[in-house]
């Protein structure tokens, strides 16, 4: 209790910093503004695209600008939007930062091979800042934080036994955190960014089959996954992706049929 009382301020930002997902309607905490989330964003922009090689001219940067240049005004969100291209053939990746700063390595354009497979990965990674998914995973390491000091003042004890009681329990919490909070909520967040891009393409004029077909083609030459595999995955597997995308077209589709 006495933890409690120290804290109201702490408490009431938990209670009043709740947000809602733009598209899905999920509630989210958020314990930064957004100014402060694209501050952030802005300030590891540089660092972020200074290991690789820049590609600036070519049919691969010019088509992820044209891409670009139709997603972006369907998100409603006025960024310096911006994309660059890093030569990276053994890196199958891509990542948008808050505040629009985009960049695709060159190993994601040999499994997005058409215009509208790039859409479903830029849908998506825009999709990610669009929902204040580092803002949300940031405070909810803080909310985690915050339980974990009140659980270890309320068995703060004297003498070895106790220390060693504090010691289990709070091994214990750390673990249950991860698998049971933290790898399920990046699991859900990946989703929902692929739900949200989705209704990207849609609007921007993209084929969402390409989506589907993307995440087929990622699981290709894969492993099969075991239960395990996919307990402690951050990720959803690739196949359970292109499934649950197929599922939702439909729906997205007769959303924004015209």
Known sequence: MTFLKKRPLFLLLFLVACSTVGITGRRQLLLMSESEEIQLGLSTYKQAIGSYPEIRTG???????????????????????????????????????PGG????????????????EVAAVMGHEIAHAFAH???????????????????????SGSGRKGQETRNNVMLAFGVASKVGVLLPFSRRQESEA?????????????????????????????APSSGLDRFLSTHPQPLDRAKALQRLIPKVRAKYRR
Request: hydrophobic letters at 45%; proline letters at 4%.
């Open 59 to 97: 049919p691969q940067i010019a088509m992820l600008k044209r891409v670009l240049s139709r997603i972006a005004p369907v998100t409603g969100k006025k960024y310096p939007w911006e994309v660059r291209l890093l030569k990276a053939d053994n890196v199958v990746n891509a990542w948008c930062l």
């Open 133 to 155: 998914h580092g803002n949300e995973r940031m405070s909810q390491n803080m909310g985690l934080k915050a339980v974990a000091e009140i659980l270890s003042l309320a068995l």
């Open 194 to 222: 692929d739900e949200i891009g989705l209704h990207f393409m849609v609007k921007a004029g993209y084929d969402p089959e390409a989506a589907v077909r993307l995440w087929e083609r990622m699981a290709k030459g894969r």
């Open 101 to 116: 700063k985009i960049a695709f390595y060159t190993g994601i354009l040999k499994i997005a091979r058409t215009e509208d």
